[in-house]
């Protein structure tokens, strides 16, 4: 064999190797803050619109991982929701949403007997999400900006952490991933924030399994799946921990599952540089 040819046939196997691998779609902007700590937070609200609210509500999946993560311990976990369908950050009075006596004042167990909550603080962390376009587009990028730290701020005011979360592409607009990992990332360091880069999983997911449908027919909102792999990627980042293995699996099935957990878990790592 020619050196010539040996080397044409190496070259063909490293593309090979390349065009076979796993993508990483990688946030540009690293994030600086990128844990919450070892206490991570116990009670959350998830403020946003039906990105959050599809497929039963994001916060309940959510809820269901940490309580599954630590059985013994699982009353002491709470998560609430609060979404207006097309919202933007502007459109949610966040300072309401710690008055007294209102949301999540009371919850019910299991078998239905009604609590009422009397904690210290009424949220340990507030998870945040703008309307999908808005971090990006051109007439809303500054009403993103403004309420970012607004809103922020007024988290902190009430003794919980302001939690940024990074929301996808549109299914036919691949190009809006970058464009809002880079909005979120600079939105958290500005506001020392934690950002959760569900965006960047959704990327990783369809680089690695593009058969496995993450949207509605909209293209837009999540699938089950995609609601799903979301949730994992808040699960990790909220807690620092892996969710490959959690038993709460949604309804979905169990290889489905650990393929979303493990993309969650990689991109979270990957995200944080850790």
Same mark, same amino acid.
């Given at each position: 064999?020619?050196?010539? +040819?040996? *080397?044409?046939?190496?070259? /063909?196997?490293? +593309?090979?190797?390349?065009?076979?691998?796993?993508?990483?779609?990688?946030?540009?902007?690293?994030?600086?803050?990128?844990? +919450? &700590?070892?206490?991570?937070?116990?009670?959350?609200?998830?403020?946003?619109?039906?990105? %959050?609210? %599809?497929?039963?509500?994001?916060?309940?999946? *959510?809820?269901?991982? *940490?309580?599954?993560?630590?059985?013994? #311990?699982?009353?002491?976990?709470?998560?609430?929701?609060?979404?207006?369908? &097309?919202?933007? %950050?502007?459109?949610?009075?966040?300072?309401?949403?710690?008055?007294?006596?209102?949301?999540?004042?009371?919850?019910?167990?299991?078998?239905? #007997?009604?609590?009422? #909550?009397?904690?210290?603080?009424?949220?340990?962390?507030?998870?945040?999400?703008?309307?999908?376009?808005?971090?990006?587009?051109?007439?809303?990028?500054?009403? =993103?900006?403004?309420?970012?730290?607004?809103?922020?701020?007024? /988290?902190?005011?009430?003794?919980?952490?302001?939690?940024? %979360?990074?929301?996808?592409?549109?299914?036919?607009?691949?190009?809006?991933?970058?464009?809002?990992?880079?909005?979120?990332?600079?939105?958290?360091?500005?506001?020392?924030?934690? *950002?959760?880069?569900?965006?960047?999983?959704?990327?990783?997911?369809?680089?690695?399994?593009?058969?496995?449908?993450?949207?509605?027919?909209?293209?837009?909102?999540?699938?089950?799946?995609?609601?799903?792999?979301?949730?994992?990627?808040? =699960?990790t980042a909220l807690t620092g921990r892996s969710p490959v293995g959690n038993p709460y699996l949604a309804g979905l099935d169990e290889a489905t599952a650990k393929m979303l957990q493990t993309a969650a878990w990689e991109t979270v790592q990957d995200y944080y540089g850790k």
């Amino acid at each position: 064999m020619s050196r010539t +040819l040996r *080397v044409m046939l190496v070259a /063909v196997a490293t +593309l090979a190797a390349m065009a076979s691998a796993p993508v990483a779609v990688q946030a540009q902007t690293k994030p600086k803050v990128t844990s +919450l &700590g070892p206490d991570f937070p116990k009670t959350e609200i998830f403020i946003g619109n039906s990105f %959050f609210y %599809f497929n039963n509500s994001m916060h309940s999946h *959510v809820l269901a991982m *940490v309580r599954a993560a630590d059985p013994a #311990n699982r009353t002491s976990y709470q998560a609430t929701s609060v979404t207006i369908g &097309g919202s933007g %950050f502007e459109w949610h009075d966040v300072e309401s949403y710690f008055r007294p006596n209102a949301i999540a004042s009371y919850s019910f167990d299991d078998n239905n #007997n009604i609590i009422f #909550n009397k904690r210290e603080r009424l949220f340990d962390a507030a998870i945040m999400m703008d309307c999908s376009q808005c971090p990006i587009h051109p007439k809303l990028k500054s009403v =993103f900006t403004e309420y970012a730290k607004k809103d922020a701020d007024i /988290v902190r005011a009430h003794g919980a952490k302001p939690v940024f %979360f990074m929301s996808w592409a549109y299914e036919d607009k691949p190009e809006m991933t970058q464009q809002l990992a880079k909005a979120y990332t600079v939105a958290g360091n500005d506001n020392n924030a934690l *950002v959760i880069p569900a965006g960047l999983a959704f990327a990783r997911m369809r680089a690695k399994q593009p058969e496995l449908n993450l949207y509605q027919p909209d293209r837009r909102h999540p699938s089950m799946a995609g609601t799903y792999l979301a949730s994992c990627v808040v =699960f990790t980042a909220l807690t620092g921990r892996s969710p490959v293995g959690n038993p709460y699996l949604a309804g979905l099935d169990e290889a489905t599952a650990k393929m979303l957990q493990t993309a969650a878990w990689e991109t979270v790592q990957d995200y944080y540089g850790k």
